[in-house]
Protein backbone atom coordinates (compact mmCIF):
# COMPACT_ATOMS: atom_id res chain seq x y z
CA UNK A 1 0.00 0.00 0.00
CA UNK A 2 1.18 3.28 -0.92
CA UNK A 3 0.12 7.00 0.19
CA UNK A 4 0.56 10.52 -0.70
CA UNK A 5 0.04 13.44 0.86
CA UNK A 6 -0.94 16.77 -0.96
CA UNK A 7 -2.01 19.75 -0.33
CA UNK A 8 0.55 21.20 1.72
CA UNK A 9 1.25 25.35 0.83
CA UNK A 10 1.97 28.55 2.55
CA UNK A 11 -0.95 30.14 3.89
CA UNK A 12 -1.55 33.55 6.01
CA UNK A 13 -2.64 32.95 10.30
CA UNK A 14 -6.32 32.51 10.11
CA UNK A 15 -6.73 30.81 6.75
CA UNK A 16 -7.63 27.81 5.92
CA UNK A 17 -6.22 24.28 4.08
CA UNK A 18 -7.30 21.13 2.66
CA UNK A 19 -4.73 18.11 2.75
CA UNK A 20 -5.46 15.01 0.66
CA UNK A 21 -4.47 11.55 0.62
CA UNK A 22 -4.57 9.08 -1.67
CA UNK A 23 -4.03 5.38 -1.31
CA UNK A 24 -2.63 2.88 -3.94
CA UNK A 25 -2.23 -0.55 -3.95
CA UNK A 26 -4.70 -1.27 -1.59
CA UNK A 27 -7.72 -0.02 -0.11
CA UNK A 28 -8.46 2.69 3.26
CA UNK A 29 -11.75 1.47 3.35
CA UNK A 30 -11.97 -0.78 6.71
CA UNK A 31 -8.93 0.98 7.99
CA UNK A 32 -8.37 3.94 10.20
CA UNK A 33 -6.27 6.27 8.24
CA UNK A 34 -4.74 8.76 10.59
CA UNK A 35 -2.98 12.30 10.15
CA UNK A 36 0.54 13.15 11.91
CA UNK A 37 2.60 16.51 11.97
CA UNK A 38 6.41 17.19 12.89
CA UNK A 39 7.23 21.02 13.26
CA UNK A 40 10.73 21.91 12.77
CA UNK A 41 12.93 20.09 15.75
CA UNK A 42 9.76 18.27 17.66
CA UNK A 43 9.17 14.71 17.25
CA UNK A 44 5.93 13.78 15.11
CA UNK A 45 2.93 14.06 16.95
CA UNK A 46 -0.71 12.67 16.16
CA UNK A 47 -2.87 15.23 14.61
CA UNK A 48 -6.30 13.23 13.23
CA UNK A 49 -7.57 10.25 12.87
CA UNK A 50 -10.81 8.82 11.10
CA UNK A 51 -12.07 5.48 11.89
CA UNK A 52 -13.35 3.21 9.26
CA UNK A 53 -16.90 3.66 11.45
CA UNK A 54 -18.83 6.24 9.49
CA UNK A 55 -18.84 9.19 11.74
CA UNK A 56 -15.71 8.73 13.79
CA UNK A 57 -12.63 10.39 14.81
CA UNK A 58 -10.72 11.27 17.19
CA UNK A 59 -8.70 15.00 17.67
CA UNK A 60 -5.52 16.11 18.77
CA UNK A 61 -6.55 18.80 21.69
CA UNK A 62 -4.28 21.49 19.65
CA UNK A 63 -7.06 21.10 17.01
CA UNK A 64 -10.00 20.44 18.29
CA UNK A 65 -12.71 22.56 16.65
CA UNK A 66 -9.91 24.04 13.93
CA UNK A 67 -9.28 20.89 12.01
CA UNK A 68 -11.94 17.84 10.18
CA UNK A 69 -11.21 14.72 8.82
CA UNK A 70 -13.22 12.82 6.40
CA UNK A 71 -13.25 10.16 3.69
CA UNK A 72 -14.30 9.07 -0.18
CA UNK A 73 -13.77 5.17 0.29
CA UNK A 74 -14.98 4.84 -3.35
CA UNK A 75 -12.02 7.12 -4.06
CA UNK A 76 -9.58 5.76 -1.85
CA UNK A 77 -9.04 9.05 -0.07
CA UNK A 78 -8.97 10.78 2.98
CA UNK A 79 -8.38 14.52 3.45
CA UNK A 80 -7.81 16.72 6.08
CA UNK A 81 -9.45 20.18 6.16
CA UNK A 82 -7.64 22.78 8.38
CA UNK A 83 -9.06 26.11 9.30
CA UNK A 84 -7.94 28.90 11.76
CA UNK A 85 -4.30 27.76 11.13
CA UNK A 86 -1.70 29.59 13.59
CA UNK A 87 2.23 29.60 12.81
CA UNK A 88 2.10 26.31 15.65
CA UNK A 89 0.71 24.57 12.72
CA UNK A 90 3.77 25.00 10.75
CA UNK A 91 5.06 20.70 9.93
CA UNK A 92 5.52 18.51 7.44
CA UNK A 93 1.57 16.80 7.30
CA UNK A 94 2.03 12.78 6.50
CA UNK A 95 -0.83 10.44 6.45
CA UNK A 96 -1.04 6.91 7.50
CA UNK A 97 -2.91 3.60 7.13
CA UNK A 98 -3.64 1.74 10.60
CA UNK A 99 -2.14 -1.82 9.94
CA UNK A 100 -5.03 -3.54 11.34
CA UNK A 101 -8.65 -3.28 10.19
CA UNK A 102 -11.53 -2.94 12.00
CA UNK A 103 -9.52 -1.35 14.92
CA UNK A 104 -11.75 0.75 17.63
CA UNK A 105 -11.31 2.78 18.89
CA UNK A 106 -9.00 4.55 16.00
CA UNK A 107 -5.20 4.99 17.38
CA UNK A 108 -3.02 7.65 18.13
CA UNK A 109 0.27 5.63 18.44
CA UNK A 110 2.47 5.59 15.29
CA UNK A 111 3.47 2.26 15.98
CA UNK A 112 -0.50 1.05 14.79
CA UNK A 113 0.12 2.77 11.22
CA UNK A 114 1.91 0.79 8.97
CA UNK A 115 1.99 2.60 5.85
CA UNK A 116 2.95 6.59 5.27
CA UNK A 117 2.91 8.91 2.97
CA UNK A 118 5.71 11.08 1.90
CA UNK A 119 4.55 14.41 3.97
CA UNK A 120 3.56 17.49 2.74
CA UNK A 121 4.77 20.73 4.10
CA UNK A 122 2.30 23.04 5.93
CA UNK A 123 3.59 26.60 6.22
CA UNK A 124 1.52 29.45 8.34
CA UNK A 125 2.99 33.00 8.14
CA UNK A 126 2.13 35.37 10.91
Known amino acids: VQLQASGGAVVQAGGSLRLSCVASGGIVKNYSVAWFRQAPGKEREFVAG????????KFADSVKGRFTVSRDNDKNMVYLSMNSLNPEDTAVYYCARDRSRFRAPTSYLESDYGYWGQGTLVTVSS
Open 50 to 57: ISWRPGSA
